[in-house]
């Protein structure tokens, strides 16, 4: 092993406009000897350019082709040297003592594999970064939503800790996600039949399934500026995100639960493509954005075979 206590790994797709003050908090909020390592999936907007030439310290390791999140996880992965992975999006930034305080808790749990810190926004507004697994009632909210209480509360599958004391849960948001390397080896890497998102629910299944902890460490602040991952090819990503659910049900629930799943999407696809529709006639004021998502929620739709 390195002389760094953590390998933090973050994979860019068109990132230009944020990784920079992503690894700008690494440098100012570390705490500790860490090795970062930039994977880029073939960006064209310059990110590995940028990461070249203003973080000459940071190894930078260009795909070729966008192989996908998971893909690139997995390839910063295997260059890493540190006894934990880090596992930070570009749209994410530490704040001080996060790194710390994961590190510092899967030290002390030695049945931990992986810990996810709170989330904020830029305005230090809180974000959902705790789950457990997606249920019926879950899949039922995404598309016909109740008042806040019930979406950002444990019926909608969200944990909060009561106080500063980490709690278990299923899986935490995985903008950033510490992993312990001895938990990484036995449970083995990301599948890579998740282009992009869900990687990080099957992860931490697989793990729990092997009698390894998964928790929510709350001293530990993230930023994270949500949607910036999907910004730049908002209908695919849209469309990602139904196949890789599909996928992670096929491994972890029977069938009447995906016949159910695949029943509730389907209605709440067809109800968000109506109201995409409605906005393009009432002409919008900002059809690009909405043209752009009735695109993905229509290729998402003709998967599911509707």
Not at 50 to 70: A, H, I, K, T, Y
Not at 192 to 207: N, P, Q, S, T
Not at 272 to 293: N, Q, V
Request: net charge neutral; with cysteine; aromatic share 8%.
């Amino acid at each position: 092993m390195g002389a760094a206590a953590v390998s933090i790994i973050i994979v860019g797709y068109e990132s230009q406009d944020t990784i920079a003050a992503c690894l700008a908090s690494i440098t100012a909020h570390a705490g500790m000897p860490v090795e970062t390592i930039v994977v880029d999936n073939a960006s064209t907007d310059g990110t590995l350019a940028l990461v070249n030439e203003r973080f000459p310290e940071v190894r930078s390791v260009p795909m070729g082709q966008n192989r996908g999140f998971s893909a690139g996880c997995n390839a910063g992965a295997r260059l890493a040297t540190a006894r934990y992975l880090l596992f930070l999006n570009p749209d994410a930034e530490l704040c001080a003592g996060s790194l710390a305080a994961l590190h510092a808790h899967l030290e002390a749990s030695p049945r931990v594999a992986g810990a996810g810190p709170r989330f904020i926004d830029a305005d230090g507004s809180p974000q959902d970064g705790a789950f457990t697994y997606p249920t019926l009632l879950m899949t039922w909210l995404e598309f016909f939503p109740h008042p806040g209480r019930v979406l950002h509360g444990p019926l909608n599958g969200r944990i909060t800790a009561r106080d500063d004391t980490p709690v278990a849960i299923d899986h935490p948001l995985g903008a950033c996600l510490l992993v312990r390397r001895a938990a990484w080896e036995e449970v083995g890497p990301f599948d890579e039949g998740f282009f992009l998102y869900c990687e990080e629910v099957d992860w931490c299944m697989r793990a729990k399934r092997l009698g390894w902890e998964i928790n929510h460490v709350p001293t530990a602040a993230v930023l994270h500026h949500g949607g910036q991952s999907a910004a730049s090819a908002p209908a695919a990503s849209l469309a990602y995100l139904y196949r890789s659910r599909q996928r992670l049900h096929a491994k972890y629930r029977g069938r009447c639960f995906r016949l159910a799943v695949r029943c509730i999407t389907r209605l709440g696809l067809m109800h968000e493509r109506r109201r995409l529709r409605g906005l393009a006639a009432a002409a919008d004021p900002a059809p690009g954005r909405a043209a752009e998502r009735l695109a993905g929620v229509e290729q998402a739709l003709r998967e599911l075979g509707a």
